[in-house]
């Protein structure tokens, strides 16, 4: 496996898979409850009929990964980006949906109702959930211009989170999710790109491990919170994707949403060959995940072939 597609595997497996290893104790915000309850979190759990997701199974998605795959799905039937026939698709899921509906999708689906342009009627959100789940685009997109990646990126982001920190947090994973994907040093490129509010919260903790590092950030949904704590992450075990993703998991609270952005950085840092065997062979969505990046490949392959 060469190296582009190396680090192309590792971002969209890493936050498939870092998604899918917090979704066990999502929303546990008592450390010691959660290390009570489950031990140290090293494989995929089913979260349990008392959880927010009752009827998940031990290695799917989250909620906000479930979004990720519609749009994963959306990038394979169709091979383009398009922001308004993407919409149709991510509203199709919700008739049907048996699992947590957030209140950044409850307030869109609100919204749109009086909205001719359905792309416009996105939520005030300023939770991480919205840009964390562009890893498909990333991938999809790895061949063309980081500007349009970055565009794309956000025009995803805003049909559902249309806050400036959102638009922000979804400039940044893409910048820096496309220049690791192409080989950038992983410490240089998040000091290039990004936001130094976030990254001053970050190494003022660096001291700490995770669990106390990541309560005094705060452990819940709001970018304030959860884009320092993913870069705190991504600093303190940049060179050990596994580690990373257990001690996300062990923070507790919305480590799922934080588990899908941090999978961009260190996915695309260190590669594929990161991230334990046992996690991606135990991926429910592995065989789509494979089926995308196998198209994405061919359509590299045809794209070279035309402009020789």
Known sequence: MNDLKNKKSGLL???????????????IYDSQELVKKHGRVTEYKAPGGDSYHPHKQA????HVGDQSLCLLKFLTRE???????????????????????????????????????KTQGGSDSVEIAGPARIAPLIA??????????????????????????????????AQAGYRLMHGT?????????????????????????????????GPACSISSALPSVLYLAIKHGDDTETAFIENAMAGGDNCAR????????????G??????????????QITLNQFLEQVSQISQT??????
Not at 192 to 206: C, D, F, G, I, R
Not at 259 to 270: K, W
Request: aromatic residues 8%; charged residues 20%; proline residues 3%.
């Open 140 to 173: 999809f997109l790895s061949n063309s211009s980081e500007n349009e990646l970055v565009k794309a990126a956000v025009e995803q982001t805003v049909l559902t989170h249309r806050s400036k920190e959102a638009e922000e947090t979804a400039i940044f994973l």
């Open 79 to 117: 091979r383009k980006w398009d922001p308004s026939n993407f919409m149709e698709d991510w509203l199709g899921m919700w008739p049907d949906y048996n699992d947590y509906i957030d209140g950044a999708t409850k307030a869109t689906l609100a919204n749109i109702q009086n909205q001719t342009d």
């Open 185 to 217: 040093d992983l410490h240089d490129t998040l000091n290039q790109t990004a936001p130094e509010w976030a990254l001053k919260k970050a190494n003022s903790v660096l001291s700490e491990n995770a669990v106390g590092a990541i309560s005094k950030l």
């Open 59 to 62: 290695g799917d998605q989250g």
């Open 303 to 308: 794209e070279k072939q035309s402009k020789n």
């Open 259 to 270: 588990g899908l952005a941090l999978g961009i950085l260190l996915g695309s840092a260190n």
């Open 13 to 27: 497996f890493g936050s498939y898979c870092a998604d899918a290893l917090s979704l066990g104790v999502h929303w």
């Open 272 to 285: 594929l060959s990161s991230i334990p065997e046992s996690w991606i062979e135990n991926l429910e969505s």
